[in-house]
């Protein structure tokens, strides 16, 4: 090869080296490609993992795998797949195509006119698929063994006979009519094809066992024959049974667990009754129909109260018991007053409850209120558990043991919740037999929970932060933890609020004891509390890892609760303080030894899933430079990639994340994330924004997916064109939050500074909620910051302190005295905090350019905070812009909102730090009269 060759050669290869390392840089249009795992499950004999995957916007897709990674099934637009219980059949729901509904929101298309979806099912077996549909909704058993149902429309081609209870399971007869179109509910057999169509059925239901199938038939207003009722079709004996003759409305189906008893409300009443009468039904599948259990007449129902139409209904494992809701008659409207002649007022009580806007944004709830009775059928005994003074009653998993939790709470402390954290009441039991309560606590703060077999009350008091047991049948209570050396607290609490614990781990598979976590170990405790043992041997404290049990979801019935037994291997997640690595540890309980690592490195294992004898695992994985993909394996070490949903991320220039630490002001140690450009070039200087909350840097190996911001800052796309993105935690002293932020984000940003690829003079801050008032603080209190951006912010903790949230219709007075915002105090007791901490009162000093956005419909922080803000800068002539996105939340909801806002921060950020041209929008803002008609994003001179 001659030199001139090899010159050009090598000069070839430089620049196509160069080629490869200039990526583009994230556009807003490439958004809609990322794609996000959504359901995923492994089957219980780990031969098959199935798995959707959703888009942003576009059309999903379902897709069926072994565990050696062999597509089986792709279902386009495909989403909650439910495969049988024999491992045969999966059933997947299609939807329309994205575009095909958006077309017919455009053309503003009736419900019944818009696309439907329809059913795939999947044969593994014989590798083949069946479409059905289009259709209304389906339901299965619990576990899919041989049947589905689904509703459709389909054209009546004549009248049916319906003179005969059977006659309900025939296909629509051949006589001519018109052209009509009918509901016609269809049962469907996925090994034989074969199907029935129950005609004018409008509601339909499987027993979890798929033994029965129920569905009623409405009936038309003058419909005289006998065909409305409620049926049962036996799916193997093939014969159908009218259990309830007559028009009626039928609620809360709802079958025993072993499917020998069925029960549900009855409601007889004209559709124009102000007040219903329902009753509660119960069938025997033994018996010929179905009978009157329980009605507002029933010896045990209190004077004045019945059964309403919201009553839940729920078996006991055993069938023994039925519970249901019972309420007070609500008193009803008199119709014959003419509306516009009385007044429409609101009056408030001081003794009130709750406050008049809580009362008004819970009406469906306070409504439907009901309080819980159970009968008894081995007695024919109803007993009501609780009444107004005793509002609710837990019950055990099972539901079939002698005890039930419940609590008294007085007027005074139910008005307290106004203010304070946490709740104040008399912690009782309630025996299910009788009724009877026995006190178990008075005046406790804490958390309570009943043990599994209802032998005792577990209870963590907020104000030693210990664990007690109480013994039920003894009625002896143990402290559990107060000889340990250790809290079970929140260690990191830095809020006036009592710390929180951190929670039951599970409990003992023998009954006797409860295991618990502390910050970063898992203890095992008798009922007794004598024989406390740190399972994981002091080995999370004393390598600062936090481990946490994994268990694995269960499709079998009331297997919520989790037992540990010593003698198996339980899997923990960890996560290491120090290097914010995290990882998975193998622990044997009754080796006495610490967890052994399986895996510990920088992802983020999350949706970890195992097949019926925790033998294969199926998990997925990510950090912030890998998309979140799922992974099948043995062992957690030598996995297979089942995924691979963003492959488009390769051709942007992405980013990465890494740790900081620093010293503040005071001396305290600080973390932080900083990510950078993949392109970053330390001969560059970059402009900066921080983005913050409260701690983030527990995220460091996070996944953030590119999509259009709810109002927080999008920290891939500012990455990829070319910022500095800075995620500090923030510490907070009580009493001094605004002093916090300055504490730590200044100072970081200042360390940051000292680099020379960092632009000093082109710093912005942006922050959304909490984040959102930091922000406002900080523009306060220095203008070092050459942009600023907050999203619902407080500024005046004055007249936020004695707002609303108009979500919930909860006074913002506990979050300023015991939660998020830190004071510690009333108003009264300390206004010198509330001035301290209002950046109101310091807009004068801004010099910082900011934009707000503060939304009409924020149910958490009154819009009035934001237009105070925004009134006051600019009276003072400060550059001040307020974004109101119309009825949208909080947090933007609206996809096309969180477009255009992600817009606007860059295009905000993008003149303030980086120079560039000022759109429309924040040169001259939008007039009333072009909303709507120009958005103010074009650069015009």
Known sequence: MNNYFKIFVTVCSVFSIAQA????????????????????????????????????????????????????????????????????????????????????????????????DSLVFFDIQTKQSTKLGPIK?????????????????????????????????TKAPAKKTSAKKELVVILYNLRTKDTLQFWKAENFYFDDNEKYFVYNIKGAEKDSTKTPGLYVYNLQDKKVKK??????????????????????????????????MPSIYQYDFKAESAKELISKNTAGIPNNWYIP?????????????????????????????????????????????????????????????????VYHFAENKLVPLANLEFENVSLTENADEEWGLTSYTSLENKIARQWSYGTRSDIYVVSLNNGNRQLVRRDFLGNTALSPKATHVLLFDKENQNWYAYNISTKTTACLTCNLNVTFGNEDNDSPALPQSYGIAGWSNDHKGVYLYDKYDLWYVDFDGKTPKNITQSAGRNNKIRFRLISFSSNKPRSMTTYLDPKKVVLLSSFNENDKQNGIFKLEIAKNKAPKEIIQSQHVYK?????????????????????????????????????????????????TAELVRWKTPKGYDAEGILYKPENFDPNKKYPIIAYFYEVLSDGLY????????????????????????????????IGHPGKSAEEYINSGMRYLAKNSWVDSTKMGIQGQSWGGYQVTHLITSTNMYAAAWAGAPVVNMTSAYGGIRWQTGMSRQFQYE????????????????YLENSPLFNMDKVTTPVAIMHNDNDGAVPWYQGIEMFTALRRLQKPVWLLNYNGDGHNLMERQNRKDI??????????????????????????AVNKGIDWGFNITD
């Open 243 to 276: 259990i309830y003759d007559g028009k009626a409305t039928f609620q809360n189906i709802t079958f025993s667990d072993a499917s020998d008893k069925l029960a549900f409300v009855v409601d007889t009443s004209s559709a124009k009754a102000l007040l219903k």
């Open 309 to 373: 139409t919201s009553t839940n209904l729920s078996f006991s494992a055993s069938g023994n018991r039925l519970f249901f809701g019972i309420a007070p008659i609500p008193k009803v409207k008199d119709t014959t007053l003419v509306e516009f002649e009385h007044a429409k007022v609101d009056i408030w009580h001081w003794q009130d409850e709750l406050l008049m806007t809580q009362q008004l944004a819970s009406l469906p709830l306070l409504k439907n209120k009901t309080y819980r009775a």
């Open 137 to 169: 909704s389906w339901k299965a058993a619990r576990e899919i063994d041989s049947y589905i149902a689904f509703s459709q429309e389909l054209e009546v081609k004549g009248k049916a006979d319906t003179t005969k209870a059977d006659t309900s399971i």
């Open 818 to 833: 015991k939660t998020q915002s830190r004071l510690g105090a009333t108003l009264w007791e300390k206004p010198e905090l």
């Open 607 to 655: 949706r970890i899933s195992a097949d019926e004898n925790q033998t294969i695992f199926t998990y997925s994985r990510e950090n912030y430079q890998e998309s979140t993909n799922l992974f099948v394996s043995k062992d957690f070490v030598k996995a297979t990639q089942l995924t691979d949903i963003n492959p488009q991320q390769k051709q942007y220039n992405w980013g």
């Open 902 to 927: 992600q817009r606007r921060q860059a295009q905000f950020f993008d003149h303030f730090l980086k120079g560039k041209p000022a759109a429309d929008w924040i040169k001259k803002g939008v007039p």
């Open 21 to 116: 390392q200039e990526k583009p840089p994230l556009t807003m249009e490439a958004f809609d490609s990322w794609k996000s795992i959504g359901y995923n499950a492994i089957s219980k004999s780990g031969k098959y993992v199935y798995y959707t995957v959703n888009a942003q916007e576009g059309d999903a897709y379902t897709e069926l795998k072994d565990q050696n990674n062999n597509l089986l099934l792709h279902v386009a637009r495909g989403v909650s797949p439910k495969l049988s219980k024999d491992e045969r059949f999966l059933v997947n729901t299609v939807k329309p195509f994205y575009k095909e509904t958006r077309d017919a929101k455009i053309k503003k298309k009736k419900p019944n006119e818009m696309p439907q």
């Open 702 to 733: 996070n996944y953030h997916e590119p999509a259009p911001t709810p109002s927080r800052l999008m920290i891939p796309y500012f990455v990829s064109n070319g910022y500095l993105v800075f995620a500090p935690d923030i510490r907070y002293e």
